[in-house]
């Protein structure tokens, strides 16, 4: 375990990082926190595959590589584990304490409808520090007159499959909020939205309405596992009645969601 | 509670690194009991005096602060381990109670 000598240069490291950051991209960074020696190497993961930096010990990089793959498709934004932990033959490394951490973007939250809701929702989620894209097919209901603080991408969709289709890319930490003025143009957004399976989509509407839209969509052919995970009405029920309300109910729920919340009150259990 | 993303505290780090200053990112890597920040929270400490993000309120963050003084002087990581008992943390009225382990990494 005489890894020491063979750490990567920090600058390596700030620069993969740099790049993965830049890109948007995922990554698992492993740092040595606890060992006789090797205190402080660190191996970044990028999900893409690519690798930067070493322990100086081949098979236990490979057995990082391995793991840093299992804690990319957890939840956890960040765990630290002893080598026996992980690794099936720790060799000299028995005892030592990895942390491994998730560097990927904050949420990136698409609003689909620039009215009320999808104004307020864009707001404060912006405000609560996502990334947010607030797209509509109306121009004049995205200007900067609107939405004078900045940060919020204001996206004017000339049909909104196509746009919405470059919005919202791959989907990985895509939360697509569908809160626009009509059915139809509900359908639409989810429709395009659905082909690239965000982390999270919601629509907005009353049950009634929003079985009506998803049933077009199953004629359609889109799969029924798929529009399961559709959160329609979406939101949490905080009995919400202004749109700014509505828009909380709406990001209460993301967050919920990415952090493995159940969005119960924490006081609950004193009246079990 | 510091509103820095993770993002943005890396992308410090880098220009740090660039500009050949070493700076010290202390990491919440391993909490028991109820501490004040989750795994992963970090803090930057630059040569200069400057910080950035938090580790966790007035809890432990003096002593953190300590150590990652010595850590900027030696260049030497370390994992350092941090317990507030309850009784502490009454006293003081903070909301801890519970043993956060810190790293304290060097980078440049």
Request: glycine residues 12%; contains cysteine.
């Amino acid at each position: 375990m005489d890894s020491s000598h063979a750490q990567t240069p920090p600058a390596e490291l700030t620069r993969a990082l740099a790049r993965v950051i830049g890109a948007g991209g995922v990554a698992v960074l492993a740092t040595i926190v606890e060992a006789e020696q090797g205190v402080g190497a660190k191996v970044l993961f990028e999900a893409e595959g690519g690798r930067t930096g070493t322990t100086g010990d081949a098979t236990f990089d490979e057995a990082l590589a391995a793991y840093a793959r299992d804690f990319d498709a957890s939840r956890a934004e960040a765990k630290t584990l002893r080598a026996e932990e992980f690794a099936p033959a720790p060799g000299a490394w028995r005892g030592a304490r990895v942390l491994f951490e998730r560097v990927e973007p904050e949420p990136h939250l698409v609003v689909c409808g620039a009215g009320h809701v999808g104004a307020a929702l864009a707001r404060l989620a912006h405000a609560v520090g996502y990334r947010v894209t607030l797209v509509d097919d109306r121009a004049d209901f995205l200007t900067r007159e609107r939405f004078p603080e900045g940060g919020i991408d204001l996206v004017t969709a000339h049909g909104w499959g196509e746009t919405l289709k470059e919005v919202v890319g791959t989907g990985r930490g895509v939360y697509a909020a569908v809160v626009t003025r009509g059915h139809n143009e509900d359908e639409e957004c989810l429709h395009a939205v659905l082909a690239a399976r965000p982390d999270y989509v919601g629509m907005i509407g009353s049950r009634r309405r929003t079985n009506i839209v998803l049933g077009r969509l199953r004629e359609s052919g889109i799969d029924e596992e798929v529009l399961r995970e559709v959160r329609a009405p979406v939101g949490l029920d905080l009995g919400a009645v202004t749109p700014e309300e509505v828009a909380l109910a709406i990001l209460a729920e993301a967050v919920a969601h990415r952090r493995g919340g159940d969005g119960t009150s924490l006081s609950a259990w004193r009246r079990a | 509670m510091s509103s820095v993303t993770k993002l943005e505290l890396y992308r410090l780090v880098g220009a740090a690194a660039a500009r050949g200053e070493r700076v010290v990112v202390a990491t919440v890597a391993h909490t028991r009991g109820s501490t004040p920040q989750r795994r992963g929270a970090k803090m930057l400490f630059f040569e200069g005096g400057g910080t950035a993000g938090t580790v966790g309120g007035g809890c432990v963050e003096a002593e953190v602060w300590a150590e990652a003084r010595e850590a900027l002087r030696t260049g030497r990581p370390a994992l350092h381990r941090f317990t507030l008992t309850a009784d502490e943390a009454s006293e003081e009225g903070m909301v801890c109670g519970g043993t956060m382990e810190i790293f304290l990494d060097v980078w440049g």
